[in-house]
Structure formats: structure tokens, C-alpha cells
């Protein structure tokens, strides 16, 4: 049986950011929506398509993953933050409201206190990035990556129709250029050191939410996250894993909601 297409109902673009290739999918009409998404998009976006009723909803796939081009030179968050001014600027997209999980929630992060007055709401699902004393989040760099499916959902079933049923060298191929991107970002600071003293600057309203059986990044940070910003509100959903969005409609409702 085929898997189902992880980009249906979205428009796809090509954008081409200091000689990048910057995949884009839009879909819907209204106000922009921007969402960064994480370390993995085999699973696709289809709990986003609620969105697209209310609001024209953009996302760019960071270069290193699925359809975007490679670039080694991006090395660090702040080398994706100027990456997309420069693609925002060529959609002609200012303000906006912004979504972002796990690595793309830290990523979220670090554009807003960076470039806050382009931001009206903030949405943080999950977010890598920042470090608790006790609270450590999961080493995804230490796991194969045929393991790390099962680790990120409460109810497998949710995602188990993305996944190939047996061998699949491309799917393997996909999956390891993508571990390499995060080890690039990732494997000499796994964490921002210096994130938690600017996160007063998130002046705008933010959200954070988390599955309450996240056993990447434990549920238990989301109180430190709110801890640093000043206009934070928390909803946490039972029964989900690190992949709330997709486990729980009622999660994407919440989202809407605030959004709107």
C-alpha cells in the first residue's frame, strides 16, 4: 500500500534565498501564519490544514531538509534566523503569526526575541533549546533513526501509515540527511546557553504546548519556559507524545483559537 503524500493540500514553491533552494508550501486565505517545523517532516503537515480556514498558512522547509537544498554554511540558529528574513522578505510577508515545534519551536524562539515586531502571536509546541537543570531533554543524536518514530507518539497508529513497511533506501536516505543537518546545528551545543536571559523579550502573547507523554523534550520544561516569558499560557494535552499537533485535533483547535 502506498503511503499517504505528507504535502497534500498544500501548494508547493521554490524560493531561491542566497543561492539556496527554500522549499515552500502555502495554502488558505487571511492573515499570515508561519510554521517552522522540527527535526523530521516525513510525517507531513496534514494537522495543519485546519489552519488554512482561517488564515494563509506558509511552510518553508529549512535548508538541510525534504525538498529544500543543503547548505553546510548555515551552522547555527541565528544563520536560519537570517535565512528566512531574507525569504520573508521575498514573499513580502511583515508580520505575521508565528508556530514553531520542537527544533523549529526553538528556532521560533530565537526569531521572536531577535525580531519581535514582526511577531503578533507566538505558538511554541514542544520547543528544543532550552536546558533545565534536572529536566534534561532526550539525545535524539544518539539514536538511529529507524528508533525514533516510536518515541515520539503516544498512539503509534498516528503515524505508522508515513512509514515504509519494509526496507526503503530512500526513506533511510532522507532520514539521514536529515540526522546530518541536526548533528550540524546540534552536536557541539545541543542547547542555547544564553536563551533563557533574553526570553523576556517574547513581549508578544505566547502559547506553549506539550503532550503530557512527550518523552523527547519531558512536559516538566514547559513551566521553565513559562518561568521566562513574560505573557506565557500553557496547555498541556493527555495522551499525546512530542507530536501533539498530530495526535490531538483538539491541540489544533487550541492553536486556532489563540491564534485568532
Known sequence: MARPDPMAGFERQTHTVNGVKTAV?????????????GAGIWHGFNFARPWTEKFRVIIPIHPGF?????????????????????LFDALGVDKFRLIGFSLG????????????????????????????????????????????PEL????????????????DLDFMGERYREGGT???????????????????????????????????????????????????????FKGAGHLVLDEKREAVDAVQRFLS
Open 25 to 37: 508550501l502555502t495554502a488558505g486565505r487571511g492573515e499570515p501564519l508561519v510554521f517552522f517545523h
Open 105 to 148: 519551536g526553538w528556532l521560533a524562539a530565537k526569531f521572536a526575541m531577535e525580531h519581535g515586531r514582526r511577531v503578533e502571536r507566538l505558538v511554541l509546541v514542544g520547543p528544543a533549546g532550552l536546558r533545565g537543570k534536572t529536566r534534561p531533554t532526550g539525545d535524539v543524536l544518539s539514536l538511529p533513526p529507524e528508533k525514533i
Open 152 to 167: 515520539l507518539v503516544s498512539n503509534f497508529d498516528v503515524i505508522k501509515p508515513y512509514l515504509p513497511e519494509g526496507p
Open 182 to 236: 541536526l548533528a550540524r546545528l546540534l552536536w557541539e551545543h545541543p542547547y542555547d546557553q544564553k536563551m533563557s536571559r533574553y526570553l523576556h523579550r517574547l513581549t508578544m502573547p505566547t502559547l506553549l504546548v506539550w503532550g503530557d507523554e512527550d518523552r523527547l523534550i519531558p512536559v516538566a520544561q514547559a513551566e521553565i519556559w513559562r518561568s521566562f516569558i513574560p505573557k506565557a499560557d500553557i496547555q498541556i
Open 66 to 86: 525534504g525538498d529544500s537544498a543543503d547548505d553546510p554554511s548555515l551552522s547555527d540558529m541565528h544563520d536560519y534566523v537570517m535565512h528566512y528574513l531574507d
